[in-house]
């Protein structure tokens, strides 16, 4: 059985779409993998890099309401945990994979939108037991969203062909302690999980 996950055409709306999508990034090697970070805080503090503020701020007023009933709809208790919004742009290599994983216990609604190219791999989401996978195909502006637990498997690659572009779309917390009240777990089970995480992540993206 598969983890709940919801899935839109069409999510972002006409200009923001062609905006993201034509954006200059920095060209990447076959298989790594950049990230830019952008977010936006409740307390209207903003940190960008390719972004323009007012373009974040406008992708917050234009889906942040619908990001939370999306995660009002898989996680009812998590609503009061939201701290900040990442609207982060990702460009892959075109050779570029990333295994099965769960995401970390801050990311409170995790969602990806495909933004470039036309034609690339989507997103491979798996049963429990890792043993079997859907395919949530690619196509241009289809967003994927679910909420993380402990059995939100999920991997993802590019196509061989060409660099794969997306828009990472999460709701953030960094109150591990009431993540593990909802999800009942013991506080240093979740916290060292958040804290291999990170670290094979500072690994991966130093070549170590």
């Not at 009933?69 to 701290?83: G, H, Q, R, V």
């Not at 290599?93 to 939108?113: A, C, E, Q, R, Y």
Request: proline share 2%; net charge positive.
């Amino acid at each position: 059985m598969f983890f709940p996950y919801k899935v839109f055409d069409n999510f972002l709306e006409e200009l923001d779409l062609q905006e993201l999508s034509s954006i200059k990034l920095k060209d990447v090697n076959d298989t790594e993998k950049l990230v830019y970070h952008n977010r936006i805080f409740k307390n209207g503090h903003i940190e960008s890099s390719c972004l323009k503020k007012e373009v974040i701020i406008r992708l917050h007023n234009n889906y942040h309401s619908k990001a939370l009933e999306l995660l009002k709809f898989f996680a009812p208790k998590k609503i009061n945990l939201y701290e900040y919004s990442d609207f982060h742009i990702v460009i892959a290599g075109k050779n570029h994979s990333f295994p099965i994983h769960t995401d970390t216990p801050n990311k409170l609604l995790s969602g990806v939108i495909y933004l470039n190219p036309l034609i690339n791999n989507g997103t491979k989401i798996y049963s429990k037991n890792k043993k079997k996978f859907f395919n949530i195909e690619w196509k241009k502006n289809r967003a994927l969203f679910f909420a993380r637990s402990d059995n939100t498997f999920h991997s993802y690659s590019s196509n061989g062909k060409s660099n794969r572009v997306t828009l990472i779309y999460n709701l953030m917390t960094t109150d591990i302690k009431g993540v593990c009240r909802v999800e009942k777990k013991f506080f240093l089970y979740l916290y060292l999980l958040f804290k291999m995480k990170l670290k094979n992540f500072i690994l991966k993206f130093l070549n170590f």
